[in-house]
């Protein structure tokens, strides 16, 4: 089949090209960006103009003469705007203002007290407002907003059900457009946080990898041959509902067994009168006292984490594993009964070369990769598929 673009989209292409080939390697003269682009001369001077007029790219001073005059080297202006990536989980609502390579300008973070919408879209206003005021003067300000959200998002930015909230159908991308008028990406968090692995994080030069988030529930990233995976709609990673126990507990989605009921934050709810705290974060100190409950709790955990992660495993075959979200924290206690049941379990050629991990950026995933979506979409950046 033939395939043909205008003269717009070809510029479009090359402009993102030249861009692109800037951030990731500059500084870089411009005939060193035609030499790695395979752009003519002529094309790469055209577009570093506009690039330059948009304030996206700066000169920066003479470099290394090759024999002749030194030339000018361009590099990707970083400053030139900002983007702030938010991360909604059932109990917290935490944020991060960057620049357009997401170096962390601000941070904000608060406790929800309440989970229906109002309240919790309430939040978001504030934590968005707070971000914005942080902002360094710049030409393009806050050029878009990312969020990291607990449930299954659709193509238009429409959360359609996030169990662990109680919330179906909320336009959570329109609501914020309509509020702030400026772009929105909205995708699930562990999308976000295997986003934010993959650019920023463990999983950089990786190209097949799984992001497992961990805390009041349990969601996956998964990255194909260095793209995301999401599935024929879109809802691809709902692992924390893939069912482990035939005849196992009732989940909030309505299945009965999940994942997510053996490994994660919930069973804190089903013990709640026998434990000391309610968090990872809390009950961490009582496992540094070697209190026993806690230590046969996160002993627990790292097993079904395991189980869990081992069946990941034997489906998709990655590269790398990587374990973020709140239980990370708890890594001194999980890791060891979570890596014995791997490797007890998982298919030895599965198994081989595989590294399972904890998460290189803590609890900054899912804000960097949603921060990285709303970057993307600021510099429109095209993909061309034949």
Request: hydrophobic share 40%; with cysteine; net charge negative.
């Given at each position: 089949?033939?395939i043909?673009?205008?003269q717009a ?15 990731r390697?500059?500084p870089?003269?411009?005939?060193q960006?035609?030499e790695?682009t ?12 506009e ?7 700066e ?20 400053s030139?705007g ?12 935490t944020?991060i ?17 309440q ?9 978001m ?12 003067s710049s030409?393009h ?11 299954m ?19 959570l ?17 562990a999308?976000a ?6 650019h ?6 990786v190209h097949h ?15 194909v ?9 879109g ?15 009732k989940?909030?989605?309505g299945?009965q067994?999940c994942w997510?009921?053996?490994?994660s ?7 709640s009168?026998d434990?000391?705290?309610h ?8 496992a ?14 790292g ?5 869990g992660?081992?069946n990941?495993?034997?489906?998709f ?25 791997v490797?007890?379990?998982t298919?030895p ?7 399972v991990?904890?998460s ?7 804000m ?15 993909r061309?598929?034949?």
């Amino acid at each position: 089949m033939k395939i043909t673009g205008d003269q717009a989209l070809v510029k479009k292409i090359n402009k993102s090209i030249v861009l692109d080939t800037i951030r990731r390697h500059g500084p870089l003269s411009r005939i060193q960006v035609s030499e790695k682009t395979g752009l003519n001369k002529a094309t790469v001077s055209n577009l570093v103009l506009e690039l330059l007029a948009n304030y996206l790219v700066e000169e920066i001073g003479p470099g290394e003469s090759s024999g002749g005059r030194k030339p000018t080297m361009l590099l990707f202006h970083r400053s030139a705007g900002h983007a702030i990536g938010l991360e909604l989980s059932v109990t917290h609502l935490t944020g991060i203002l960057t620049d357009l390579e997401d170096n962390i300008v601000a941070e904000y973070s608060t406790r929800l007290t309440q989970r229906d919408f109002p309240s919790v879209l309430d939040e978001m206003h504030q934590a968005i407002r707070s971000l914005m005021q942080k902002a360094p003067s710049s030409p393009h300000g806050v050029v878009g907003i990312g969020v990291g959200v607990p449930g299954m998002v659709d193509d238009s930015g429409t959360i359609l059900f996030a169990p662990n909230l109680g919330w179906e159908k909320i336009p959570l991308k329109d609501i914020l457009e309509d509020a702030f008028s400026i772009p929105v990406t909205i995708d699930n968090e562990a999308n976000a946080g295997a986003e934010g692995e993959l650019h920023y994080g463990a999983g950089i030069d990786v190209h097949h990898l799984i992001y497992i988030s961990a805390g009041m529930g349990i969601g996956s990233g998964i990255i194909v041959d260095g793209q995301l995976y999401k599935g024929a709609r879109g809802y691809a990673g709902e692992t924390g509902h893939m069912t482990i126990e035939a005849n196992g507990s009732k989940c909030s989605c309505g299945n009965q067994g999940c994942w997510e009921l053996y490994a994660s934050e919930i069973t804190y709810g089903d013990l709640s009168k026998d434990l000391p705290a309610h968090t990872t974060q809390e009950l961490i100190p009582h496992a540094l006292q070697h209190d026993p409950a806690i230590l046969g709790l996160f002993n627990t955990i790292g097993h079904y984490l395991g189980i869990g992660i081992t069946n990941i495993i034997n489906s998709f075959n990655p590269e790398l594993i990587i374990i973020g979200g709140p239980l990370a924290e708890a890594k001194e206690w999980l890791e060891s009964p979570l890596q014995s049941v791997v490797a007890q379990r998982t298919l030895p050629y599965h198994r081989s070369q595989l590294q399972v991990q904890f998460s290189a950026l803590g609890s900054h995933s899912t804000m960097l990769g949603a921060s990285y979506a709303a970057v993307s979409q600021f510099l429109g950046r095209v993909r061309v598929s034949l």
